[in-house]
């Protein structure tokens, strides 16, 4: 492939930079692909967040199971449908960020992105049921879905670098074996 001087050195340092900045994200794709979680087709990847974000939307729109019976969740001191909002958007955040690994972009972007369409879902959920007689809307549900999305973007976040971790000490020991 051959690139001509004029698109390989331009002399407008913005575009200069805005270069560099791709080539880098290209790159910590590149590295953050070959050293991390294994990816399925991304249209699989699509149908698990599809189905997340549905069931959210489902549970958002219908009462819980247990949301009749149950009023404290596990400890006793946080009601149960914080909970069920803590867990559910974290779990979402958590989808959704694998879904987004493939993405070539510098990782801290890709997880605040995640976090902030988590957090839009979470607040477009709410008002949703602004608009149903059976349901209430709360700020308070906002907040702690912006918790459990910050929760679960973090965990994703260290699951991947463990498993980097364990694929380099593996890489380590298969090298020394073949020495």
């Given at each position: 492939m051959s690139v001509?001087?004029?698109?390989q050195d331009s002399p407008n340092p913005v575009v200069r930079k805005l270069r560099q900045k791709r080539e880098a994200a290209v790159s910590d794709h590149r590295a953050r692909k070959a050293r991390g979680v294994p990816v399925v087709p991304f249209w699989i990847r699509a149908v698990f967040v599809l189905g997340a974000l549905g069931g959210l939307v489902y549970y958002s729109i219908v009462p819980a199971p247990g949301?009749?019976?149950v009023s404290r969740g596990p400890f006793g001191v946080i009601p149960y449908a914080m909970w069920l909002h803590f867990i559910g958007y974290m779990g979402l955040?958590?989808?959704?960020?694998?879904?987004?690994?493939?993405?070539?972009?510098?990782q801290p972007q890709i997880l605040f992105g995640v976090f902030v369409?988590?957090?839009?879902?979470?607040?477009?959920?709410e008002m949703l049921q602004l608009t149903l007689p059976?349901?209430?809307?709360?700020?308070?549900?906002?907040?702690?879905?912006?918790?459990?999305?910050g929760f679960g973007v973090t965990l994703w976040y260290l699951f991947d670098r463990i498993i980097a971790r364990l694929?380099?000490?593996?890489?380590?020991?298969?090298?020394?074996?073949?020495?």
């Open positions: 001509s001087l004029r698109q949301t009749g019976s955040a958590i989808v959704f960020s694998y879904a987004s690994y493939t993405v070539p972009r510098p369409v988590t957090v839009g879902c979470g607040a477009a959920v059976t349901r209430t809307f709360s700020v308070i549900d906002i907040l702690v879905n912006a918790l459990g999305a694929r380099q000490i593996d890489h380590r020991s298969n090298n020394r074996e073949r020495s």
